[in-house]
């Protein structure tokens, strides 16, 4: 049997975590429960539990060694491991003597508890003695094949001998957790089917937080519907400490913005990632110091650029809505130039930070179809036909972009923003800030010629890309211009360069 279990599966003993995780110590309770449940024999065998405990206590080792011959006191001090971490301490004494009586004629509900047992410490078994990790998820094993062998194939003693690659190894938890979500099976479920729920202890804690890096990594984070996110997101989830002195939490935010960049992610997908971590913009705060200073620094910047591009699309949401509900056709043709050009600066990594300013009318509009009416951050835009109107404001690499709906002109600022743009104290604006105050200021700061604004219904992108072109910002007019204007815009250089050349070779 020895041999067989060898065959059948290869240890890897990782060295000892430097901590425990204290938040999911409830799993632990809830073996040591079941485990007693499972050999109980009423008052009898509480008795001889307690006869035990007294005994260990004592230090009585050989007292206790010497009647593990009979089953019960076999059962019961298999039982006072998987309840007193104190007890541990006479593991590596007592076992190899119980494992001879566990395999001399191995009884179901015993060996349910030395599985129990294993579960339980699992990882920390070779920390109390050297060696106790295979040798007692050896014996669970042979002892597990000799009861299957005898006709008993039900429950996670069947499980053991059919698949221990899922349940002995110290691999296990990760090769459990990628076999469950490749054939899209919750974790849970199947625990529960094979009668492991609620024993599982040390093995449940690492098969938990494999099972949901696995699952985050192979999930598309441009999708919804993922049910895990909403698991992966509880305290008792992110706050459960790991061997690193850090939190299952930083694992998950990890993970979490470990996708693509160029691919912005899910509403639910960023509601996750804020969950844990909060917003990964604002620096000064505890939240931040907490989860994202321990996070490396180019997921957290992926993490804000997808920030960013949420609130933009707040932005582009209230110009659909305008369109749909009240733009006139002219304004319908305009705004796809609009937002294109700004989806193109943000899809680009130009864009380092957005600011919403939207009338009251539009703010209302976006709180009411936000998911639980989330509330949006953004500045007032107030005054005469204000309501309905939505302004956004971009800090890019090397100037400032001012946008609105309606009749409101495209603004191009050189260098950093006007303080009074960012400024998170200024909480309203009107038409005259962006009209006069704002360009005035900018003047003042940065001097002459380094502004310009366009009314869209000119053709105004050639010109923008110019003026950026010129303060030495390059973009690539084919991320900026959609399809067919980048091609319309196409010919119609190469037609004014023809023409210039026809009047240079025959003017």
């Known amino acids: 049997m020895a041999d067989a279990f060898r065959r059948n599966v290869a240890f890897s003993v990782p060295p000892w975590p430097a901590d425990t995780a204290r938040h999911w110590s409830v799993l632990a309770e809830q073996a040591g429960d079941v485990a007693q449940g499972k050999g109980a024999a009423g008052k009898r065998f509480a008795d001889v539990v307690a006869q035990v405990r007294s005994l260990l206590t004592r230090g009585a080792i050989d007292a206790v060694a010497e009647r593990l011959g009979e089953p019960q006191v076999l059962r019961a001090l298999l039982t006072v491991w998987v309840k007193d971490d104190m007890a541990w301490a006479f593991l590596p004494r007592l076992f190899p003597v119980a494992r001879t009586h566990l395999l001399d004629r191995p009884r179901r509900q015993t060996t349910m508890v030395l599985a129990a047992l294993f579960w339980r ?37 069947d499980a053991i001998a059919r698949e221990p690659r899922f349940w002995l190894p110290a691999d296990a938890p990760r090769t459990l957790a990628l076999h469950l979500t490749s054939i899209g099976r919750s974790l849970d479920d199947h625990l529960r089917s094979v009668g492991v729920a609620g024993m599982e202890g040390r093995f449940g804690i690492l098969l938990r937080r494999e099972y949901y890096l696995v699952a985050i990594a192979g999930a598309d984070h441009t999708a919804a519907g993922h049910t895990f996110l ?50 990964p913009r604002l620096r000064e705060t505890a939240q931040w110091r907490r989860w994202w200073a321990e996070i490396p620094a180019h997921l957290t910047e992926r993490a804000a650029h997808w920030m960013v591009g949420a609130d933009l699309q707040v932005y582009f949401d ?79 690499d090397g100037f400032t972009v001012v946008e609105g709906s309606h009749n409101f002109q495209i603004y191009l600022y050189a260098g950093d923003p ?37 009314r869209h219904n000119e053709i105004w992108q050639p010109k923008a890309l110019a003026f950026l072109q010129a303060i030495g910002v390059t973009v690539d007019p084919r991320a900026v211009y959609s399809a067919a204007d980048f091609e319309k815009q196409r010919r119609r250089e190469l037609s004014a360069t023809t023409h210039t050349t026809y009047r240079r070779r025959w003017g």
């Open 318 to 396: 209230a110009l659909d809505d305008y369109a749909v509900h009240h733009g006139s056709d002219g304004m319908k043709r305009m705004l796809p130039a609009r937002t294109t050009f700004l989806k193109g600066l943000y899809r680009s990594g130009l864009v380092r930070e957005v600011r919403l300013v939207l009338g009251d009318d539009v703010r209302r509009g976006i709180t009411r179809r936000a998911r639980g009416g989330a509330r949006v951050d953004a500045a007032r835009y107030v005054g005469a036909n204000a309501a309905e109107t939505a302004v956004v404001v971009l800090t890019c």
């Open 121 to 157: 410490i699992f990882d920390r078994l070779d920390r109390v003695g050297a060696g106790l990790f295979a040798g007692v998820g050896g014996t669970l094993y042979e002892a597990a094949r000799q009861i299957a062998d005898d006709g008993d194939l039900a429950g996670p003693l």
């Open 418 to 454: 006007v303080p009074m743009l960012v400024d998170p104290r200024q909480r309203t604006y009107t038409l005259t800030d962006f009209r006069e105050t704002v360009p005035g200021r900018h003047r003042q700061i940065h001097g002459d010629g380094r502004q310009v604004n366009y």
């Open 230 to 279: 909403g698991d992966v997101t509880r305290d008792a989830v992110t706050a459960a400490e790991t061997e690193d002195d850090l939190s299952f939490g930083h694992a998950l935010l990890a993970a979490l913005c470990d996708k693509p960049i160029v691919q912005d992610p899910s509403a639910q997908w960023l509601e996750a990632i804020t969950a844990i971590g909060g917003d």
